[in-house]
């Protein structure tokens, strides 16, 4: 999802390789790196993060090289390589880089050089590049956990090491890239750690090899993936290996001294895993597991091949077994639903959240008797309210100056899953299943639009539903309830008052 915020009352509700297509916007920011212009940040112009990800070029791959110091205190040595093809000509090229010193910057195996603009690092290379070429770039840097902990995301801190959570924009706080889920590419991940240490990334293993006292393990890709769900843990830790359907690896990395206290909520995953291909079918990757981080996040991260969630959410026994349950569920319902099928734009979040959130409730519908509908009647009487603060489902308010994990409030969670609610009481149960079916196997390893979602939806139901979801989607207030003519919401409170 992304961030799965949690209360301590489980109960109520908390939460928790395509271009985009404006091409006047590409054109007018692509001049921007024209060779009499100065260097400067730039953009795809996503309307709530509009300097995230650059034009220009498509990334196709990722090679990241990280040496660990043996503390979560320093910066790591880095080396980031980027094979890219360009989609118009290009006197520099921007990439998303935050944090961490650059010693050097190679482009096709020359020297070239660069700046750090806002945001943004500007690489000029000796020569311009034409549209179509490809161009390989190799940026030697430091990648820094100290300050990184002070912005939303990046490298996060655990007991014995490291792991990330880079959504929604933070993953240029660890190593250069294109920033922005629109551009998804194949990942290899190299760590090398002290011998005491064990590294794990999205992915499968391809090799480990031990020089001296130090180990590097490689971790490859099979499916493309967007930078905000890369993921990369370092720690004292044991990997615990299963089957899951089909003889899916299941892996999952666990503090060491808590393996056998975890061990009954991680045998629970194959299960999960066969319930979730039942509802939309085949799982979409080469593995699956969980991370188990100790660490104080106060969320779960659906990190592409191998989710993040804090341990405590499993050890302190302050939640019922079927709500500890459906968060597994949530996360791994995002492998569909915001990994594998990722949003064009970030106000295609609904898609992503109103999604896990769905199956997170239907979970405990079928194996708790946790009632969808009376959950779904709560969040109606609070989705007026969610609008007010948040902005209707599909049209988030953007976040706050310095809180970009701002945009995860309840309107793209419950009030999302709400839209989904009101869909199946409008085409029935039949068509949504089948809708939900052929969403993820049609744009499967691939990004997609609200749009696409309302074209399909409508396909299926065999009439225009524009119509319908449009208040459902963009209104400021929420539409009747249909089937559900009683339900009321209760009117947004206004400033100053209780």
């Given at each position: 999802m992304l961030l799965t915020p949690r209360?301590?009352?489980?109960?109520?509700?908390?939460?928790?390789?395509r271009r985009l297509k404006a091409v006047v916007l590409l054109a007018a920011a692509v001049g921007l790196v024209a060779a009499s212009a100065p260097a400067a940040p730039l953009g795809v112009g996503?309307?709530?993060?509009?300097?995230?990800?650059?034009?220009?070029?498509?990334?196709?791959?990722?090679?990241l090289s990280f040496v660990y110091p043996g503390t979560n205190r320093e910066p790591l040595q880095a080396v980031?390589?980027?094979?890219?093809?360009?989609?118009?000509?290009?006197?520099?090229?921007n990439l998303d880089f935050a944090h961490g010193e650059v010693d050097s910057v190679d482009v096709d195996g020359e020297p070239a050089t660069f700046a750090s603009v806002g945001e943004d690092l500007v690489v000029t290379p000796e020569e311009p590049r034409p549209e179509g070429?490809?161009?390989r770039i190799t940026v030697r840097h430091t990648s820094d956990p100290v300050s990184a902990a002070d912005r939303d995301g990046g490298?996060?801190?655990?007991?014995?090491?490291?792991?990330?959570?880079?959504?929604?924009?933070?993953?240029?706080?660890v190593f250069p890239c294109n920033d922005h889920p629109s551009d998804k590419a194949m990942f290899t991940i190299r760590v090398t750690a002290p011998e005491d240490y064990t590294a794990v990334a999205n992915g499968l293993p391809t090799g480990v090899q031990r020089v001296g006292r130090a180990?590097?393990?490689?971790?490859?890709?099979?499916?493309?993936?967007?930078?905000?769900?890369?993921?990369?843990?370092?720690?004292?830790?044991?990997?615990?290996?299963?089957?899951?359907?089909?003889?899916?690896?299941?892996?999952?990395?666990?503090?060491?001294?808590?393996?056998?206290?975890?061990?009954?909520w991680l045998k629970k995953t194959p299960d999960q895993i066969a319930w979730m291909e039942g509802k939309v079918g085949p799982y979409p990757f080469e593995t699956y597991g969980l991370l188990m981080a100790k660490a104080a996040t106060g969320f779960e991260l659906e990190t592409q091949t191998l989710s993040l969630f804090e341990r405590d959410l499993f050890t302190e026994g302050g939640y019922p077994k079927w709500y500890v349950e459906s968060i597994m569920v949530h996360e791994l319902a995002h492998q569909w639903f915001g990994d594998s099928v990722s949003p064009r734009t970030w106000s295609d979040l609904w898609l992503n959240e109103g999604h896990a959130t769905w199956y997170e409730a239907l979970y405990a519908e079928e194996k708790a008797d946790q009632s969808m509908a009376a959950r779904m009647k709560e969040a109606y009487s609070a989705s007026d309210r969610w609008r007010?603060?948040?902005?209707?489902?599909a049209a988030p308010k953007a976040p706050e100056p310095g809180q970009k994990i701002g945009i995860f409030r309840p309107n793209v969670y419950d009030g999302a899953a709400l839209v989904l609610y009101a869909l199946r009481q409008e085409i029935g149960q039949p068509a949504f299943e089948q809708l939900e079916r052929l969403w993820v196997s049609g744009h499967q390893d691939a990004t997609a639009t609200t749009e696409d979602f309302v074209r399909?939806?409508?396909?299926?139901?065999?009439?225009?539903?524009?119509?319908?979801?449009?208040?459902?989607?963009?209104?400021?207030?929420?539409?009747?309830?249909?089937?559900?003519?009683?339900?009321?919401?209760a009117a947004p409170r206004r400033a100053g008052t209780e």
């Open positions: 209360t301590q009352a489980p109960p109520a509700r908390r939460r928790s390789l996503d309307r709530l993060f509009p300097y995230l990800g650059n034009p220009g070029y498509d990334v196709a791959s990722y090679d980031t390589t980027i094979d890219a093809r360009t989609t118009t000509s290009l006197d520099r090229v070429s490809w161009m490298w996060l801190r655990t007991a014995d090491g490291l792991a990330m959570a880079n959504q929604a924009d933070a993953a240029h706080l180990t590097t393990w490689t971790y490859r890709t099979q499916h493309p993936m967007a930078t905000e769900l890369a993921q990369v843990s370092i720690g004292r830790s044991t990997v615990l290996r299963r089957n899951g359907p089909h003889n899916l690896p299941v892996r999952d990395v666990v503090p060491t001294r808590d393996r056998a206290a975890l061990e009954p007010a603060d948040g902005g209707p489902p399909l939806a409508s396909q299926i139901s065999g009439r225009d539903l524009g119509g319908f979801f449009e208040p459902w989607l963009h209104g400021g207030t929420t539409p009747p309830m249909p089937g559900h003519p009683d339900w009321k919401s």
